[in-house]
């Protein structure tokens, strides 16, 4: 029962051959079991787990059950959810008990969904391995000697391990996509404003979005059912109808055109890497998609740009950790310059630090046309690079990430060459664009991601080209040996 | 672009960030390599190029000015570290 998606398992709640108590305590059963080797989680929360399941259970008798009602899920603990510790990884939130609910998990409540617990990260989501977590470093089920990938490390780990059938995740930079592709599943960041973030702690405002983390396309239409939808109290929601994500699935994608950036095919790339897209291209090509050569040419200064405008953002958000109204204080402040710089210095740690630093520097008095200015301008120039590509193909395919999971501690003292490891995500946030990463294979033993773009608003699509995929293939059904 | 240790003494005071003395050496270090790869930027000719704050230049949306939320003083400042008759207690600012 634990190795079946969220769709087989909605079903089997309604035929009653299984019941929400019994999934919850089957998957807080393999939690308390590996737990603490994987560090998945920061917070499980079996009481509420176990009150949410039992009411699910009088809704799939009742008959009026939506398709997720039941179904235990887990949350990255960067949601606030009442009453339950919410951290973000961070000293800074170690105390820090949400006052209320953040409207995307709101959603999953309301549909009946049993959050099992939160899940760890990277601090702030501050990271590219789940090592800047104040609680630990998160392990990659499929070889625990390496990372999980970040910054949503414990939401694709808990996922992998089949401690929990699907997960929320959120994606500044890569955030989703990267962690699916190097833990095996499918993660979907959906386009800019189409997921609320209303009670979702701010990292970098214009680049953030929430999406799920699954085993399979058909999974993550089913979650995208649930989290999508305008929100009037986020500034930046969109206010578009949201179709229903599961209808298009089964759609044929004869004709399909594929572009690959030839730029996401260049030095850099691992070859193992290179082979398992390879491959999966054709595979695309057997379903009758026809492929051709694009060029972004942009590509190479998103990373630069994004280490502009994401600690900008942050430095600027983060300013509201001042020890004075929640979350850490410095012991014995001798005045209030004190009290907020202990209180900010101790409650961060290095990564955050090290971005608010950089994003103060680039907004301070004489250097913000020459820094942020200048990245808004090239951030209209790699969007432009997209704009630019949609009018020749569908979708665009290629690398989620240029290597396969690296070791824990590999990257983690020299931040620019993690910085980099994000070199094919990071475009599709500046731009805003949706974008699937999906199993397509292992390089070594280890997984990799294909990652699928899609113009704005065309999740639906994205999810029916990848489903077919998934229909032809079986690597999003991959389960690391330790758990099957 | 590279930094020295006043760059980082005067930015971490700006961020009001405690950053110990020994560790200034590394920030120096970091800053220097991220703002290095940031520099790529400057290759780039963006003269006639509108800055984009907003993936889908979406406007900031209005709302009627009228309450819509209820007062939660005391939940909110159940969370917080000192609070005296409904005020947040800070150490002494004016002598």
């Known amino acids: 029962m634990h190795t079946k998606t969220i769709s087989q398992l909605s079903a089997a709640l309604r035929s009653g051959e299984v019941s929400s108590v019994e999934l919850t305590t089957l998957f807080l059963e393999r939690i308390k079991q590996h737990n603490p080797a994987l560090n998945c989680f920061i917070s499980v929360t079996e009481a ?53 609910e953040s409207t995307c998990t709101a959603k999953f409540r309301d549909a009946g969904a049993v959050m099992l617990g939160k899940t760890n990260m990277d601090e702030f989501a501050m990271g590219s391995s789940n090592e800047t977590s ?10 625990q000697a390496r990372v999980p990938g970040g910054s949503s490390g414990g939401s694709v780990s808990a996922v992998a391990a089949r401690l929990a059938p699907a997960a929320t995740g959120t994606d500044t930079g890569g955030s989703i996509r990267q962690p699916a592709a190097l833990c095996g599943l499918t993660g979907l960041k959906p386009t800019y404003g189409r997921v609320s973030r209303y009670g979702m702690v701010a990292f970098a405002s214009s680049l953030d979005q929430a999406g799920p983390i699954t085993y399979s396309a058909e999974d993550a239409a089913l979650m995208m059912n649930v989290m999508a939808g305008f929100d009037e109290r986020d500034s930046t929601s969109v206010e578009r109808d949201v179709p229903d994500y599961s209808a298009n699935l089964d759609n044929g994608i004869e004709g399909l055109k594929i572009g690959l950036p030839k730029e996401y095919f260049g030095e850099g790339l691992d070859d193992g890497v290179a082979r398992v897209i390879d491959a999966a291209v054709k595979e695309y090509e057997a379903l ?11 590509t190479a200064l998103a990373v630069p740009t994004y280490y502009v405008v994401a600690p900008a953002e942050c430095s600027t958000n983060l300013s509201r950790f001042d020890g004075v109204r929640f979350g850490h204080r410095c ?30 520097y680039v907004l301070s008095a004489g250097y913000y046309d020459a820094y942020y200015l200048k990245a808004q301008k090239i951030r209209r120039l790699i969007s432009e690079d997209f704009r630019a590509a949609f009018e020749e193909v569908d979708v665009i395919m290629g690398p989620t990430a240029p290597s396969t999971a690296f070791k824990l501690g590999e990257k983690a003292d020299d931040p620019v060459t993690m910085y980099l490891s994000d070199i094919y995500t990071i475009a599709v946030n500046m731009a805003g664009l949706p974008a699937a990463s999906i199993p397509a294979g292992f390089a070594d033993g280890l ?4 990652q699928v773009i899609g113009n704005y608003f065309d999740e639906s699509h994205l999810l029916n080209v990848a489903h077919k995929y998934q229909q032809a293939t079986d690597w999003h059904l991959q389960v690391p040996k330790e758990f099957q | 672009m590279s930094v020295d240790q006043s760059d980082i003494t005067k930015v971490a005071l700006l961020a009001r960030l405690k950053i110990d003395e020994a ?36 406007a900031q949306r209005l709302r009627a000015d009228e309450v819509t939320e209820t007062n939660q003083r005391d939940k909110f400042q159940a969370l917080a570290p000192q609070v005296e008759s409904g005020l947040y207690l800070v150490p002494k600012v004016i002598e």
């Open chain 1, 447 to 450: 997984p990799v991601g294909l």
């Open chain 1, 134 to 143: 104040y609680y630990g470093a998160v392990k990659n089920p499929w070889d």
């Open chain 2, 23 to 58: 560790d200034v050496p590394q920030y120096v270090d970091n800053l220097s390599n991220i703002l290095g790869l940031v520099e790529q930027m400057s290759e780039v000719n963006t003269d006639d190029v509108v800055p984009m704050a907003h993936p889908l230049d979406a």
């Open chain 1, 288 to 298: 009758g998609a026809v492929v051709k050569e694009i060029s972004l040419p942009n």
């Open chain 1, 331 to 360: 012991d014995d402040p001798q005045d209030l310059f004190d009290l907020y710089t202990r209180s900010r210095g101790e409650g961060f740690g290095a990564e955050v630090k090290r971005r608010i630093m950089i994003g103060t």
């Open chain 1, 48 to 100: 509420q787990a176990f009150a949410a399941a039992a009411a699910a259970d009088l809704r799939l008798k009742a008959g009026n059950a939506a398709p997720l009602t039941g179904v235990p899920i887990a949350h990255k603990d960067i949601f606030c959810t009442e009453g339950v510790k919410t951290t973000c990884a961070s000293k800074m939130l170690d105390n820090f008990i949400a006052p209320y």
